[in-house]
T-cell receptor, first 113, second 112 residues
């Protein structure tokens, strides 16, 4: 079945460092891909998405490109801030309401000043 | 900004007991979901709910689980007879349309 694999954490960086969190997927068909973020004490929030191959999702300085050839959707940010410390979840699904999202385990990012 | 609220934040119960996890979705949303995350594992889909009926459910969502929207604002997940392996963080979510789900901060269920 469909699945998502993301890099194990925790990831520990200094402020202004470059961030990459790897995510690869296995799917039949052409899923949409998502990154969700969970800040401490809060629920998961949609960070960005891409709905087809070569699409780039971006938000708050984060980017991810839907790579069909490598079945990847790696999350990147050029310069992280302390406020980016959170758990990041890669997910796949359809855009159809009421259907399941398939998540990875989540990667904890800790940024220090 | 409107948010999904879940209560309680922590629930401890004895094996075999019934538990009800409560959620208040965002008021104009139409689709409702439950997910769970066992410690160290992936966030797993349990069930989605639309127009007062289940629209999709996973293999995890067996006869021990049920969902209800009793009064037009709350959305509940009931586990009839809890098992040790039901210990997890349970997330409620809602959406107006397809892909943008809004999640609550979760209920940590511990079954002893």
């Amino acid at each position: 079945g469909d699945s998502v694999t993301q890099m194990e954490g925790p990831v520990t960086l200094s402020e202004e460092a470059f961030l990459t969190i790897n995510c690869t997927y296995t799917a039949t068909g052409y899923p949409s891909l998502f990154w969700y973020v969970q800040y401490p004490g809060e629920g998961l929030q949609l960070l960005l998405k891409a709905t087809k191959a070569d699409d780039k999702g971006s938000n708050k300085g984060f980017e991810a490109t839907y790579r069909k050839e490598t079945t990847s959707f790696h999350l990147e940010k050029g310069s992280v801030q302390v406020s980016d410390s959170a758990v990041y979840f890669c997910a796949l699904g359809s855009n159809q309401a009421g259907t399941a999202l398939i998540f990875g385990k989540g990667t904890t990012l800790s940024v220090s000043s | 900004e409107p948010e999904v609220t879940q209560t309680p934040s922590h629930q401890v119960t004895q094996m075999g007991q019934e538990v009800i996890l409560r959620c208040v979705p965002i008021s104009n949303h139409l689709y409702f979901y439950w997910y769970r995350q066992i410690l160290g594992q992936k966030v797993e889909f349990l069930v989605s709910f639309y127009n007062n009926e289940i629209s999709e459910k996973s293999e995890i969502f067996d006869d021990q689980f049920s969902v209800e929207r009793p009064d037009g604002s709350n959305f509940t997940l009931k586990i009839r007879s809890t098992k040790l392996e039901d210990s997890a963080m349970y997330f409620c979510a809602s959406s107006l349309e397809g892909e943008k789900l809004f999640f609550g901060s979760g209920t940590q269920l511990s079954v002893l």
